[in-house]
């Protein structure tokens, strides 16, 4: 059906939509933003929809697809949150079916039946279901009256969490017969919303960004080194006051050893990709039901997940974006009710950030280098890493990014073929943008200015930018629970009389160029200054406003700053902040939990080449390079797209008999063992010698 044929034009929409939500969804009225979202969709234009965490996005699809009276089409990446939102849809009365990795192949077969029979009202899919042949052309063969794509930004690669199998939705759609197209996210940029807009073809979109400001939680940033963390968060948690709550942790490892950490009064449980699926559905039933009072998690933690009375959400370690990081402390809350964000970092966090951003995305150089060797001579992925200097891992990596760019193929025999494409500028503006990301989360962490205006500001907001929330570390330092304060010196005093008189003639000065003027008449260091700023800005004597310029193609982000309405206050001795002390307790604590000892470290940490020499004569390597060959095949992907190198290695060395011990295997998590678990197992059973 075409999408003009589609439009619901008559003037009675909005009560149509009134009715529904009372007598379909149980509601007595919209909250705010929402109703006009709905009318959009439900007249059948593409909509952008940028809302946080918990204003009620998912009715902002569901409804007009109810409305449009057909089949609503769901891309979501990630099984959890499909899962809860289709139990939800199910409880309240509607036909909603889901397939991903986790569900049986007939029960599939089941879903796309009633589907095609029109007897489904939602349909969820993962976008990786789209590249599976055939697929997108069975939903052609009835088009659905919505499609809905939920976590948006992923199709951008400007964005915090970019997929390439959402990047590559632009070429399914069109089979789908039209239908308007609805993306949602919690987190987008302006530029992210562009790309957005402009990778899903959506034709005279209607834009709703809504609602960044969050009056209830005050955000508190504290510098803590690796080693006080532990102790902290155990302190922060002792408080019932403070649970239920959420620590995010940047590795696996780091999240159980905490959870194991806390008191026991904490009631605290681990989550990360790396469980078992039951297990992390355990974990977030008792989270949920009150069992479980805090949740140590990585980031696979929080996805539709709607627990409304988060009191806490602690970071352990300085978050990779300012939109990840948002999204996160958007899951307390959500009851309306005051809560807490609090994130713990110092300057070692950045030095991690780069060692993985290094990994991640390695120099344009390599990447070229890998091509001018392809296009010499038929190369394989292990002859490429027999000729050249590079660990596996980063090998890998390369493939990966010369494959997202359409530059490097696999054939059959799994011979990389390189296409002619001008790839060097897309792919160094990406790279650049990924560590600006991270550049913008340390500037967030540094700042003077109210935390809330300076997210809300982060999103494009301006007009709300302008107003503080009064209740966040800049704004309330009073108020801190992990900081105390303390009279300034002399020279803290001194810097502040300075900055004063300097602004009182010249305003404007970036906070670079102040620093610099101060430092010419006594030295001072640069975090003394910022004590000194953060001191002024809170009592409200000095205002910043954000500017930026472009240096190299990067877009650089600098404060300049200005009288505030209380510069003619000043007289009151100046509060600079300072740690609190940790409790003893806690300290020794962690202290026991040192001498317990570490685990045995995991062969699993060897190169992919040390590992490749332990195990290069196993004969089940060659089956289970055989097995990826035509998976790869199949999905149309390069082989290191299925199992890389190093997880082949590691099946051999662990040899696991279970689902469970293939799962301890790194780089095999619940979705891959779903995936693959069985066929690797029979493998592995049909060679008994390993």
Known sequence: MARTQQLMLSSDVGARLDELLSTRFGHAGFRPYQRDVCVAAAQGADVLLVMPTGAGKSLCYQMPGVAREGVTLVISPLIALMEDQATKLVQSGFRAERIHSGIPRERARAACRMYLDGTLDFLFIAPERMR?????????????????????????????????????????????????????????????????????????????????????????????????????????????????????????????????????????????????????????????????????????????????????????????????????????????????????????????????????????????????????????????????????????????????????????????????????????????????????????????????????????????????????????????????????????????????????????????????????????????????MRALVSRGEVRLAQDSFVKDGRTLIFHRLFLGPDANDAGAPLSITEKKNVLGATRARARDRKKAGPQASDAQGKSAKDALDAVQNAPLIAALRDFRKAEASRAKVPAFRILTDRVLFGIVERAPRSVDELCTVKGIGPSLANKYGKKILELIAAHPDI
């Open 132 to 532: 599976v042949p055939g697929f997108p052309e069975m939903l052609g063969r009835r088009p659905p009256s919505l499609i809905a794509i939920d976590e948006a930004h992923c199709i951008s690669a400007w964005g915090h969490d970019f997929r390439p199998d959402y990047r590559m939705l632009k070429h399914h759609l069109p089979l789908l017969g039209g239908a308007p197209i609805m993306a949602l996210t919690a987190t987008a940029t302006p530029e992210v919303q562009e790309d957005i807009v402009r990778e899903l073809g959506m034709k005279s979109e209607r834009r709703f960004i809504h609602g960044f400001r969050r009056d209830n939680i005050a955000v508190e940033v504290c510098e803590r080194t690796p080693k006080e963390r532990l102790p902290a968060v155990a302190e922060l948690l002792a408080d019932p006051a403070r649970r239920p709550a959420i620590v995010y942790a940047q590795a696996r490892k780091t999240a159980e050893e905490v959870a194991r950490a806390l008191p026991a009064a904490c009631k605290a449980e681990s989550y990360h990709a790396g469980m078992l699926s039951r297990e992390r559905e355990r974990v977030q039933r008792a989270f949920l039901s009150g069992e479980c009072d805090v949740v140590v998690a990585t980031i696979a933690f929080g996805m539709g997940v709607d627990k409304a009375d988060v009191r806490s959400v602690v970071h352990l370690s300085l978050p990779g974006s300012v939109e990840g990081y948002y999204q996160e402390i958007g899951r307390a809350g959500r009851d309306g009710l005051p809560s807490r964000a609090v994130l713990m970092q110092s300057f070692q966090d950045v030095k991690t950030h780069q060692f993985f951003f290094e990994r991640d995305y390695p120099e344009v150089a390599r990447l070229t280098e890998v091509t001018r060797l392809c296009t010499a001579r038929r190369e394989t992925r292990d002859t490429l890493l027999s000729r050249m200097d590079v660990d596996g891992d980063v090998l890998d990596k390369i493939l990966e990014k010369l494959w997202m760019f359409g530059v490097v193929t696999e054939d059959l025999d799994g011979v990389l073929l390189v296409s002619e494409t001008d790839f060097e500028r897309a792919y160094t503006a990406q790279r650049s943008h990924r560590w600006q990301q991270t550049e913008n989360m340390q500037r967030f962490a540094e700042t003077a200015q109210c935390r809330m205006a300076a997210l809300v500001m982060h999103f494009g907001d301006i007009d709300d930018a302008r107003f503080r929330c009064g209740i966040c570390d800049v704004c309330a330092p009073d108020k801190c629970i992990m900081q105390s304060f303390r009279g300034a010196s002399q020279a803290e005093e001194r810097v502040a009389a300075f900055v004063r008189a300097e602004l009182r003639t010249q305003e404007g000065m970036s906070a670079g160029q102040m620093h610099r003027a101060v430092s010419e008449r006594e030295t001072v260091d640069r975090k003394l200054f910022d004590l000194v």
